[in-house]
């Protein structure tokens, strides 16, 4: 790679919290692999008042709100102005990012647990990552973590049907051969990527009245 | 101070979440079916469930709010300002806790209003509802301590929300270190010495998060750059001693959750036998009325019927097993317990079956008799939001007998009592 380019993805990362981002990853996947059984009693709505939950089904948020909060840069308001070549570094780290915690916490989940919670865990850190980016891009990179710590709410109180059953979209408690939830990945991996690709620029004009 | 109370309230960027908390605190309330309506304890546990999810919310809320000055790059103006620095935390963690509150007490009003209608003389539990306060101070000031201490912005609010809600939920249930209580029988009650541990603890925390600031270490010249001046010392020494104190009385105050003395009237349904409640969970007896009329449909030489029935913790320690007890609402639950009560009354005492498989057919018999009662009882087999009963019995099949010709049935239990009490003994 040419001298100038490496200067240009260099101070990129460096405006993006590389560092962060892989000290955070490491961290995180610590954790997943050392307190992931610890078990979490939670209230619930459903018939038996408690619901436990084990760790490692809550930790992808914190996965999710990391790889989205690397778009946040102090530089931001240049980097709108920017041309061609750092739009796609823009596009292009973040999706690297979204991958290396993908596979950290497939890989991790198969190694402690089995295949099935692996897939399990990679499906709800796509639909994370998904809600992760629409609340990074409506209230700002740095709220990113906002709108899926909410959805541990429904997740835990909410979950439980009348007869102790979890409900379809539970994609937490549903084992990974669960279509329906597969379906809530597709989506929140297409609304996602929606949100990070709608830049002022390429808003159609009469909502970028309204933003 | 209020102008700038008001002032900081009015531009909180928790301003616009109001509703969400309300509508959080509403979900949580209504989320879990209307049986704690009209039962006081009860309601006042419904109305601090809502604090767990609440101390959280306010957690990662503090920490955003308390980064503000590191976001702007406002830091060194503070801590130059006039007043003392721990006045103006005070008035941004105050302002943070004014909504987690108002949304806390807009819950306690609507489950205060819904159960005054059904409910008997009393109002909901305060130690309760201190209970969910103390949690929600204690999460804000944790909250607002990390974000003013921690570099990184995002970090912050990230591992205050996750973190408290993994603490709670890990550590704070009430078998441990007791934060949150989770059910309200009229049998159990807040302890005052434990909740005014746990509320010293948060003040403590509270004040901690206001008073200490990030400690700043410089190779060169003073050392503590950021220790402050005059008073401040003072609050920053109070409020660590403050905080030692109380996290050191927290295990020596005791349980959180005590037994109850039984009221001298409890009140009872005006059948025989008569069925004897907690005089806050009046709204069972029509219920109970309409159990004891089905009881009385039974042929009175089959069963030996107890004179009374008391729901449990009206009577000594050693009577738990076979007293009634409706959770969670379920009459089903309570009478689970009634129909162990019949069954103990009507046949001999127990003594040690000689075979393995006597003692298999004997506890099979019984439970069949007891869900057999159960079902007659309430008229209807086991409801779907019940699961679990006695071992080895087909709950849903003896749901179907109930309704087949009345002499078939009473063979059946016929036989079963024979089996019980020909079961030889050891």
């Known amino acids: 790679m040419p001298k100038d380019r490496l200067w240009a993805v260099r101070h990129h990362l460096r405006a993006h919290h590389v560092r962060a981002l892989l000290t955070g990853l490491v961290l995180l996947t610590a954790v997943d692999v050392l307190f992931g059984s610890l078990d979490l009693v939670l209230p619930s709505g459903g018939p038996s008042g408690a619901v436990s939950v084990p760790f490692r089904q809550e930790l992808p948020i914190a996965f999710a709100a990391l790889s989205v909060g690397t778009l946040h840069s102090a530089m931001a308001t240049w980097e709108e102005a920017a041309a061609v070549r750092p739009n796609r570094l823009a596009l292009g780290y973040p999706a690297v990012a979204v991958a290396l915690s993908l596979i950290l916490t497939g890989a991790a989940e198969a190694v402690v647990t089995d295949a099935g919670q692996a897939c399990a865990a990679v499906r709800a850190l796509v639909i994370w990552t998904g809600l992760a980016a629409v609340s990074g891009r409506t209230l700002g990179w740095r709220l990113s973590w906002l709108l899926p710590l909410v959805t541990v709410f429904p997740l835990t109180y909410l979950a439980q049907a009348a007869d102790g059953r979890d409900r379809w979209w539970d994609w937490t408690g549903q084992p990974a051969t669960q279509l329906p939830c597969w379906g809530l990945a597709v989506l929140s991996a297409g609304l996602g990527l929606a949100a990070v690709l709608l830049t002022p620029w390429r808003t159609p004009r009469p909502l970028r009245r309204w933003r | ?426």
């Open chain 2, 1 to 426: 101070m209020t102008r700038v109370l008001w002032i900081e309230i009015r531009r909180s960027p928790l301003r616009w979440w109001l509703p969400v908390l309300v509508a959080l605190d509403l979900a949580v309330l209504f989320g879990r079916g209307q049986w704690w309506i009209g039962i006081w304890p009860q309601a006042s546990v419904a109305a601090q469930i809502p604090c767990f999810y609440f101390g959280p919310a306010l957690a990662a809320a503090a920490a955003w709010s308390a980064g503000r000055s590191t976001r702007t790059g406002f830091t060194e103006q503070l801590s130059a300002g006039a007043r003392a620095r721990h006045w103006a935390e005070f008035a941004q963690l105050a302002s943070t806790l004014v909504f987690g509150v108002l949304a806390y007490l807009a819950g306690i009003v609507v489950a205060a209003a819904v159960s005054a209608s059904e409910a008997g003389p009393g109002f909901l539990w305060p130690g309760y509802l201190l209970l969910g306060l103390a949690l929600v101070v204690l999460c804000a000031g944790i909250g607002h301590l990390v974000g003013r201490w921690s570099r990184s912005q995002f970090a912050g609010p990230v591992i205050c929300g996750l973190g408290c809600l993994v603490a709670l939920g890990w550590y704070g249930a009430p078998s441990q270190l007791g934060l949150f209580a989770l059910n309200g029988h009229p049998a159990t009650t807040v302890a005052w010495l434990p909740l005014a541990a746990r509320v010293a603890l948060a003040g403590s925390v509270a004040a901690v998060a206001v008073t200490a600031a990030r400690p700043v270490l410089r190779r060169a010249g003073r050392s503590w750059r950021s220790w402050p001046r005059g008073s401040g010392r003072y609050a920053v020494l109070g409020s660590v001693l403050a905080l030692a104190v109380s996290v050191a009385a927290l295990p020596g105050s005791g349980r959180l959750l005590t037994t109850r003395s039984a009221p001298p009237n409890p009140v009872c349904t005006q059948t025989s036998p008569r069925f004897c409640l907690w005089p806050e969970d009046r709204k069972y007896v029509p219920g109970l009325t309409a159990m004891a009329g089905r009881l009385a449909e039974l042929p009175p030489d089959l069963f030996r019927l107890p004179p009374t029935f008391y729901e449990q913790g009206l009577r000594r320690p050693d009577r738990q097993a076979i007293d009634f007890y409706p959770r969670e609402g379920s009459l089903w639950e309570a009478t689970q317990g009634i129909a162990i009560g019949i069954l103990q009354a009507s046949t001999p005492a127990y003594c040690k079956p000689a075979t393995p498989e006597a003692g298999m057919r004997q506890s099979v018999a019984e439970g069949d008799l007891i869900v057999w009662l159960s079902a007659r009882l309430t008229g209807a087999g086991q409801p779907s939001t019940d699961h679990g009963g006695p071992p080895g019995v087909d709950i849903p099949a003896i749901g179907r007998f109930i309704h087949e010709p009345e002499p078939a049935q009473l063979a059946w239990v016929r036989e079963h009592l024979r089996t019980i009490r020909e079961t030889p003994c050891a």
